[in-house]
Every structure is written in C-alpha cells, then in structure tokens.
C-alpha cells in the first residue's frame, strides 16, 4: 500500500459491494448521490463493472449500470468512451482524479456523473483498502470447503494428492499437443492432395486412435506450426487465448514464410498480424499523429499482401481488453507474439531451446536459460502505446516479459519437448523433462493457487511448479465443481499414483 492513488480495482469493487463509504455521496459537480441499489457485479463479464443499478443524482432516479476505474481518466484509457456496452452507464466511480476539467462521455455523446470515491470512505484510507482486501479475498475462497472445514487428510496426504494432480495436468497438456500435432499433419497432407491455401480438418474419434510413425512428423514446420499455436494462445491468458491460437491457425507458417519474408519482417508481420486480428482502427478514427502514420504504413502494407491471404479477417469484439492491465492488452502481447514468430521461423529459437535443454542439467539454470529465450523486449509503436489510439502513460519495458515467458516454459516448452522427445523415441530426454517439471521452483504466483495452499494450510506449496499446476486442477475439477467426496483430500480413499 505504498502507492494508496494505484489501489487494484477489484477493490474498490469491494467497497462499493459492501457499502463501506459515507451515508452522504457527491457528484464531482456537486448533486448529492442516493444509493438506493448499488446493482449486481459483472464477475468478469466484458462490459460495465455492476449492472442495473439504482441511484438517485440530484432528485432524478437513474436505473443503469456503474463503472468503476482507479483513474478518471481509465474511462478514456480502458476504452469505455467507444464501447458501446458502456452507454447504459449513469454513475463513473473513480478513486483519483489525475486529470481535470475532464467529463466522462459515451459513445453516443451522453455525459455521465462521476463519484470521486476516495473523498467518501467510511473509514480513513488505509483502513477501507485493509477491509476491502480482507472482503475480497473472503469472497474469492468462499467456494472452498476446506477453507471452512475439518479435511480427514494428513499432510502428507495432501501434498501426495496435489502432486499427483499436477503430473495428470502435465499429462494432459501433453496428450493435447499430440492430438493437436496430429491434426496438423493431417490437415497439411490433405493441404497438398487438394492444392488447397487453406484447410480445418475436423477429425473423430478414429482419427485419434490412429497409429502414427515417427517418420509422419519429420517435418520441421509441423512442429514450427504446433509451437507457434501454443505459444499464441499461451500469450492469450484465459480471455484472449482461443483468438490467439485462431490468429496462429488462420496465419500458419506456410502463409508466413511465402509472403513475410526474412528482411523487414518485424514491421510488415506487425501490420498483417493487426490487420488480419481486426483489431486494426480506421485511420479516421484516431486523433493522434504517430497513430495515423502507423495505420496509415499498415494499410500500404496490407494491400500488398491482402491477395494472397485466403482465410477469415477476425473480428474486433472478439478480443477482450475488459480488467486486463495494460501491459497484458492483446495489442502488446501480439507485439511480443510477432517477434517470437521471427525468432521461430529465421532465428533458430526451437535449436536454441533443445539446446539449453539437452546441454543444461541443473534444473534452476536450465529454466532460467529457457525463460531468456523468450522474454520479449519493447520496440517501436507499441513501447509507446496499448492502443492505436492510446499512448501509454509512461513506456513499457516488455512485450513479454518474464512472469509470461516462465508460465509458457512451464505450459508449453516443457510439455511440447515431452511429445518430440516421445514420438522420437528419446527415453532420456522424456524422462529429463518430467524430472525438471518435478523439481522446478518457480517465482510466478497465481491468487487461486496461494488462496487454495493457504486454505489447506500449505502456504509455500504453489512455489514448485508441479504443485503449482495440481493446485489449479485441484479448484478447477474438484473445488468449483464442490467435489468433495472425489477428492483425495475430502476423501483419502480417492487418492492413486499417475505414472508419466
């Protein structure tokens, strides 16, 4: 709480869900503010922060929805003013003012109140933001039985369980990417039968069960084109991730390679990536000079390359940017995305990772070798902007940086050199990497995972990525599906080994 102006706003959630402010609220412009119905959070949804809300400003009753910013100005930053999903809004609650003279306007035009909550809490600052991270945290575990109950599991036997869950999600990444390799062949065999540009295969049941040889997987770009898909959707996160992996499905490699070629690969791949994601703006749009220049290059660019790309421009509202911290915008991780995809495909970056691999044995240098490889450093348009028509406060340091790149090594390289060195037959390397997924310590944390160690009474367990991983599966297939009584921990008897 060192900086109270930047408090997180699922917090102030908190406080306006509780009520923990005065009896007497003020509009910036001075109307006395009635509450009369603060309305029904969001959870997550894209869109207002609470909806149907009711107030009464200045003896006019509103019905509407509420959003809520830690800045003022996040009304314009977040996009809100061009959202059309914000234009039931009749209340902006903000916790600092950082720009004056400043009205929040929808996208049809309507001004809305605003309410500067900070000048309202019930108790002094540093006490509501207390109340309001307790509040929070209660509400996020509250599906946690064992938070709230006796578990007949030892100790022991939880940690044995937990690990066991984290080996079965690492089996399961691993059993996807075969699956997804496999379809990859498929569709590229079929690809070069029909001399078609561009194929989705849609297999059954009897597709997977079939018995591939090594020999079918040779292919450099089948696993070009599988780590790039997994490395995408990795850069996605929960919200974004099915674009992500859609953008890497519909511009493959073999599209990349025949019409982004090596020199100026950076500037031209960013305008086909932008362009084909649809969250490319019209260049009336934007008020600000450099963005103009840069849609203005994207679409001499485009033209150029528009008649030979054969599949589906995406569209914009399928991207989310809705409670995503600016540095985790899809715009910026698309940004790191692309000059991942130069290192892939003209800089040898899958050598480079078997290498470290296979010449690094402590488990601690090798993941930090590994991380290096892939943390991405800012460049261009986008160290100065999170939007076309958003210039970032200060510049960004990272498109990918090395919280991300440590969660794609535990997603994605590991489980990815787990299938190569299986469908090659190289026993050594297999098991290599399922003893440094065992042992790896990572610094990346995640609240569902430090809520449920801590509920379990395991405080430091998620610290080790395979307990890290079996603590996600744990809330994910038992908790917030309240199955108790299948649970090695509510039922000891459930409990079996995996063998991977």
Same mark, same amino acid.
């Given at each position: ?7 997180? +706003? ?32 969001? =959870?997550?949804? +894209? ?69 500067? *909550? ?15 991270? !307790? ?19 030892? /100790? ?62 040779? !292919? ?9 898909? *997994? ?15 859609? *953008? ?14 090596? +020199? ?32 203005? @290059? ?112 535990? =997603? ?14 190289? /026993?050594?390397? @297999? ?41 996600? +599966? ?27």
């Amino acid at each position: 709480m060192k900086n109270l102006q930047n408090i997180k +706003e699922k917090f102030l959630y908190e406080i306006w869900r509780n009520k923990n402010y005065s009896d007497k609220l003020f509009t910036v412009n001075g109307d006395q503010i009635e509450i009369i119905d603060p309305g029904v959070q969001s =959870n997550g949804e +894209e869109g207002p922060d609470f909806k149907n809300a009711r107030i009464n400003v200045g003896g006019i009753k509103y019905v509407g929805d509420v959003e809520i910013d830690t800045f003022l100005s996040d009304w314009v930053n977040h996009g809100h003013n061009a959202n059309e999903k914000y234009n039931k809004v009749v209340l902006h609650i903000f916790f600092t003012r950082d720009i004056r003279d400043f009205i929040p306007r929808t996208i049809a035009g309507r001004n809305i109140q605003g309410l500067m *909550l900070s000048s309202f809490l019930e108790n002094d600052i540093r006490t509501a933001i207390r109340h309001a991270i !307790s509040s929070e945290r209660d509400h996020r575990v509250k599906g946690i039985a064992c938070k709230s109950m006796e578990s007949p599991a030892t /100790q022991d036997q939880k940690i044995h369980f937990i690990r066991e869950l984290g080996l079965r999600r690492f089996e399961k990444k691993c059993n996807r990417i075969f699956d997804r390799l496999k379809e990859i062949y498929h569709e590229e065999m079929l690809r070069n039968n029909m001399r078609e540009p561009s194929i989705h295969y849609s297999p059954n049941e009897e597709f997977y069960n079939k018995d591939f040889e090594p020999k079918d997987f040779k !292919s450099e770009k089948l696993w070009q084109q599988l780590f790039y898909e *997994l490395t995408f959707e990795a850069l996605g996160y929960s919200k974004n991730k099915d674009s992500f992996r859609k *953008l890497a499905i519909e511009v493959d490699v073999d599209f990349i390679q025949k019409n982004l070629p090596r +020199e100026d690969f950076i500037k031209n791949a960013e305008y086909v990536y932008f362009a084909i994601s649809g969250m490319k703006l019209n260049i009336n749009d934007v008020k600000e000079e450099e963005s103009k220049n840069y849609l203005k @290059s994207m679409n001499e660019s485009w033209s150029r390359v528009r008649q030979y790309y054969h599949g589906e421009i995406m569209d914009n509202s399928k991207w989310h940017f809705f409670q995503l911290k600016p540095q985790n915008f899809p715009t910026i991780r698309l940004a790191g995305g692309v000059r991942l995809v130069y290192e892939l495909l003209y800089n040898n970056l899958l050598g480079r990772i078997m290498s470290a691999f296979e010449q690094i044995d402590m488990s601690s240098r090798m993941t930090r070798e590994l991380r290096s490889l892939l943390v991405v450093k800012t460049r261009g348009f986008w160290k100065h902007h999170y939007h076309f028509d958003k210039k970032a406060r200060t510049p960004l340091h990272f498109f990918i940086g090395s919280s991300r790149a440590e969660e794609i090594v535990i =997603n994605v390289v590991l489980p990815f050199i787990k299938v190569l060195s299986d469908v090659f037959g190289r /026993q050594k390397h @297999s098991a290599k990497v399922v003893s440094v997924y065992k042992t790896m310590m990572q610094k990346t944390d995640n609240r569902v995972t430090v809520d449920v160690a801590n509920s379990l009474s395991l405080p430091e367990i998620w610290k080790q990525s395979v307990f890290y991983q079996g603590l996600i +599966e744990l809330f994910r297939e038992y908790c917030s599906k309240k199955r108790c009584n299948e649970c090695g921990i509510g039922n000891p008897q459930k409990i079996t080994s995996v063998s991977i």
